[in-house]
Nanobody, 121 residues
Framework: VQLQASGGGLVQAGGSLRLSCAASGSIVSINVMGWYRQTIGKQRELVAATTADGVTNYANSVKGRFTISRDSAKNTVTLQMNSLKPEDTAVYYC????????????????WGRGTQVTVSS
């Protein structure tokens, strides 16, 4: 299973960016897909996640500004980030948990390569 993320970049405060991630491989289904972020010297933190049933979870710091969406048939997840703030600057990582492949259910977390988001003030 591989996760390929795209999007990110440099934007001014108040602007918007969109991150996309696609999972590939012999996937039957994925329980949770989401986004985490990390800055130097800090632990990776959850930004937003969504289950296959459409239940979403957001970090308090992004509620009302970020929206996560998912296409379970295509195994893709998107993070729409609006009203960006300088404190949103981080490397963002796509995540998949609870991956069902033929004959197996894998509880390990899968990670995509990080994509840099930089918000200038």
């Amino acid at each position: 299973v591989q996760l390929q993320a795209s999007g990110g970049g440099l934007v001014q405060a108040g602007g918007s960016l969109r991150l996309s991630c696609a999972a590939s491989g012999s996937i039957v289904s994925i329980n949770v897909m989401g986004w985490y972020r990390q800055t130097i010297g800090k632990q990776r933190e959850l930004v937003a996640a969504t289950t296959a049933d459409g239940v979403t979870n957001y970090a308090n710091s992004v509620k009302g500004r970020f929206t996560i969406s998912r296409d379970s048939a295509k195994n893709t997840v998107t993070l729409q980030m609006n009203s960006l703030k300088p404190e949103d600057t981080a490397v963002y990582y796509c995540n998949a948990e609870g991956v069902h492949i033929p004959g197996y259910y894998i509880t390990d977390k899968y990670w995509g390569r990080g994509t840099q988001v930089t918000v200038s003030s």
